[in-house]
């Protein structure tokens, strides 16, 4: 039985009445999921404290969205690991395509933040993805292995045995334009033999998600490739019913 991670990226979409409804719901289907599916939901930083509460007796897991490269002191606006930690989180998001597009990160940056999830206890899920020039320019796996090599050079292969990887290919993210089962496959297995070459056994435990417009439709097919170990989800997950078919199409 594989384990499979059902994550549901908030994006900047939440209020505290939002909040509540849909995570009431979530709980309320959790239930009913199979052991090998971990549901984790990653709202905006200010409902941490407010979906901590409701998920105490959960069998869903926290994430946030972003995190600081720095541990603490005059970094106005930044949010650290250990605030993160401190507030029940489990799981990180790292490298997102908006956070590198939109925000600048480059991959120094993106394996800062890695380290600095990890040096506070928890685990960054990293995503990697090629925009559809790169797509088209026939540079998918040079792109996507180079995003993951960047965090083996700065901190080690072995780095990645407490990490998730997701595959977001950027034409994919929001677009309602989603991979093929094979496009999504060939690119997992490209990504755990390049870790393989480094490691065969961290390779081997590595959770790979894919993300991109992954729908309680499209989830199955998705799902039953050998190297997909899950699904990072954005829109989808904004709807109760909608995340947890997704959170169903993983159940082994
Ligand atoms: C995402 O933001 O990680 C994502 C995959 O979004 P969507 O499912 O909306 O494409």
């Known amino acids: 039985m594989s384990t499979m991670m059902v994550a549901g990226n908030w994006k ?19 239930g009913q999921l199979s052991a090998n599916v971990e549901m984790v939901v990653f709202p905006p930083l200010p409902y941490l404290a407010q979906a901590q509460q409701l998920l105490q007796h959960a069998n869903i897991a926290l994430g946030a969205q972003n995190v600081s490269d ?60 090629e925009t559809l020039a790169q797509r088209e320019q026939g540079a998918t796996l040079s792109v996507v292995n180079g995003q993951v090599q960047a965090v083996i050079d700065a901190l080690g292969v072995d780095a990645l045995a407490a990490a998730v990887l997701a595959y977001e290919p950027v034409w994919a993210i ?12 060939a690119v997992h297995q490209a990504i755990r033999a390049h870790v393989a070459a480094q490691n065969a056994v961290v390779a081997e435990g590595m959770q790979i998600l894919y993300g991109g417009s992954v729908s309680g439709a499209t989830a199955p097919e998705l799902f039953a490739q050998a190297d ?22 993983a159940q082994s």
Do not use: W
């Not at 002191?73 to 930690?85: D, H, Q």
């Open 228 to 249: 997909i170990d899950g699904g990072l989800v954005g829109g989808a997950s904004l709807d109760a019913q909608s995340f947890l078919a997704i959170g169903q199409a």
């Open 12 to 30: 900047m979409n939440a209020s505290t009445a939002t909040t509540a409804d849909l995570i009431d719901s979530l709980v309320a289907g959790a």
């Open 70 to 129: 720095k541990a603490q002191g005059a970094y106005t606006g930044e949010v650290s690991a250990a605030m993160l930690k401190d507030f029940g989180v489990r799981y990180v998001l790292v490298g997102h395509s908006e956070r590198r597009s939109l925000y600048g990160e480059n991959d120094t940056l993106v394996a800062a933040k890695f380290q600095a999830v990890q040096a506070a206890g928890m685990v960054p899920v990293l995503c990697i993805g």
């Open 174 to 185: 929001g677009t309602g334009l989603t991979a093929s089962p094979e496009q999504a496959q």
